[in-house]
């Protein structure tokens, strides 16, 4: 008998699954309806990504927070990191995302976010997901029913604000950088052409920047989905190449080359160009690369490693007050002075600022980096056999270090293997590092062969 696969997750980021038989509008209206009664009867700011089912789920989340007494913001299409922004900047109660980020497009999610524009931590999640579960609602009467409220221009501009705030704007309009872009259709698609046309000046070449289309590649934007943007950088000559998920919080950046940087490398830059005039320690998740380490040595700071997630990124980051973190397995750069989040038009700033400031190509910051072999792979699971496959991979191999706060990590000198259970699929993720190639992929082949 066929064991049926059920696509729908609740974890650190919110809750998804695929739309249509797990994830549906009467799930979203509850758990909408739930948010509202948890939050309070005030402001909640609403916005979402391109996916083809983001006007569906879109209403039922205001009919979930009107039936709960809110006030709702009502976004539109906007990026994460500004919908996190704006929900933190005009002190509202919450929000909810309605995006599935980097899954494909048949997912879509409820990310929520309490009044700091924070991801929900693991008490204020858990309850509620009790109010979900107890359908234990606030139910607004006429008396006390509340509005829909559209704002579709101040939440951008209070984010690029907050970013340009950070870097030399005048320094980087000076370059006038030739910049190839791929927002994958997304919801970043609009603002992104925005931001590196009209306020940092670049001369932008972009492709899958219409968010009435649908996604064009691989909704992740790693190096084997991005060959359009590849060819795009070499055509035109480009000086560096961005590249983000439908949500906006993930970036991959291309050098001048048409080369697409291991997003670790990427948060690496990030990272040394604040150390380099910011007091702070760093947090990062457990399958981010040691180059993060080698860094913050250089610089005589701390690094704290964490569960993947962002939630629980940027919670350490609170409580060690880090200046910088991130999760660099999937191109996230969070930076508390603009929001704790994970934002690509950080990312985005920081490189331009660094190129500007140093006179030097993406290729030649990328080779002072620590030098690291990174090999990343997944497989689905069925339920019941994570155990067991944590199990052989930790026999199979003898490690001085082990730590379990997420999954299975088993680390030596200069190597690591990292195995654990996706926040976001139903699948198994496994990473393995080393400092040479040949190790890496013999690792990483063990590894494989025992997670088949």
Known sequence: MSVREHKLKVGVSGVRGVVGEFFTPALTAALAQAFGTYVGRGRVVVGRDTRPSGEMILHSVRCGLLAAGCEVIDTGILPTPTIQVYIAATKANGGIAITASHNPPEYNA??????QGLFCN???RGELIDLWHQSDFHHAHNADMRRVVTELNVPKRIHFERVLSHVDVERIRRRRFRV???AVNGAGSLLSVEFLRDHLNCELHAIAVD?????PRVAEPRPDTLGDLQALVRQTGAEIGFAQDPDGDRLAVCDETGHVLDNDDVLGLAIDACLARLPGDVVVNLT????????AARHNRRVFRTPVGEANVVERMQSVQAVIGGEGSNGGIIFPAVQYCRDSYNGMAFLLDLMAATGKTVTQLAARLPRYTRRLGS?????????ALMQSVEEAFTAPAVDRTDGLKLIWPGRWIHVRSSNTEPILRFAVESTTEQEADEMFQRVKALAL
Do not use: C, M, W
């Open 122 to 124: 693991t008490y204020e």
């Open 180 to 182: 190839a872009l791929d």
């Open 288 to 295: 981010t690369s040691s180059v993060i380490d080698d860094i």
């Open 379 to 387: 497989v689905a699971y069925q339920h019941g056999r994570l155990a």
């Open 110 to 115: 409820l990310k929520f976010f309490n009044g």
């Open 211 to 215: 968010p009435a289309k649908p996604f």
